[in-house]
């Protein structure tokens, strides 16, 4: 078995095995946020954007909106999603050592599904928020959502499962290991290939990594990278988060 890079084979397949998620929703949460803060802003980063769903949401609602991504694959999506949309950009760029300095300031930040977890070194995260910062004008909000360490033990835990859409086959295989707080996801799709009375189906294997980090860490993070006001909420929600929930949502700035 041969696994592809993550984000890579799974690219063409990403929008239809993530449909049950509401991203009307997530970003009627971004604006309450917006709220919060007292802003509203023109001109938002949206980090690890993958193939532009919650960008194209933001854009419809008048937003200018810029995303960045590592993975080509899926920015080759959200590129050809968003051909008609003049007010939205996308760049291949990795948040860790990134450099906008042609699009820069923007009047906020945003990344959702998740995709912080997908650095898996603390000084990593650290050098994320600090580039982040500097591309954000004074006062601007940051918003992220990250899976808890308790969501990758005893939710993600060591399980599998199957699911099946529009004939697409997917098993998600979780491991956690505990001393690294670290999730390892295997995903297996079987999508359909060539003549549909054949049935016959090609095999994609991807591996992914989540790190979970400890609320107290995230905290201390912002601040150190010049986020002085850092709020963490339970996903969807104005409640402050514990240990104990699965998503959370930080609002910093």
């Not at 996801?185 to 359909?192: A, R």
Request: aromatic letters at 12%.
């Amino acid at each position: 078995m041969n696994s592809t890079k993550p984000f890579t084979g799974i690219a063409p397949y990403y929008d239809v095995l993530m449909q049950d998620v509401n991203y009307e929703l997530w970003i009627d949460y971004v604006e309450e946020l917006f709220k919060l803060f007292r802003v509203r802003p023109h001109k938002i980063l949206d980090i690890g954007c993958g193939t532009g769903t919650p960008t194209i949401v933001l854009a419809r609602r008048g937003y200018e909106v810029v995303g960045i991504d590592v993975s080509e694959d899926m920015l080759r999506i959200a590129r050809d999603k968003t051909r008609t949309m003049p007010n939205v950009r996308f760049y291949l760029a990795d948040v860790r050592r990134f450099n906008l300095e042609n699009e820069a300031p923007f009047d906020a930040a945003i990344s959702l599904f998740d995709s912080l977890n997908n650095i898996l070194r603390e000084n990593e995260l650290f050098e994320a928020f600090r580039h982040v910062r500097a591309h954000l004008r004074p006062k601007a909000p940051f918003l992220f959502d990250m899976n808890t360490i308790y969501a990758l033990e005893h939710y993600w835990g060591d399980k599998t499962r199957v699911r099946e859409h529009e004939k697409i086959v997917s098993i998600w295989r979780t491991k956690f290991i505990k001393f690294k707080s670290l999730s390892q996801l295997h995903i297996t799709l079987f999508v359909p290939e060539g003549d549909e009375s054949q049935g016959l189906y090609r095999r994609i294997d991807e591996i992914h990594v989540e790190k979970g980090y400890p609320l107290i860490v995230l905290r201390r993070l912002l601040q150190k990278a010049g986020f002085h006001e850092v709020h963490i909420f339970q996903h969807l929600t104005r409640n402050p988060a514990d240990e104990q929930v699965l998503r959370v949502m930080v609002a910093a700035r």
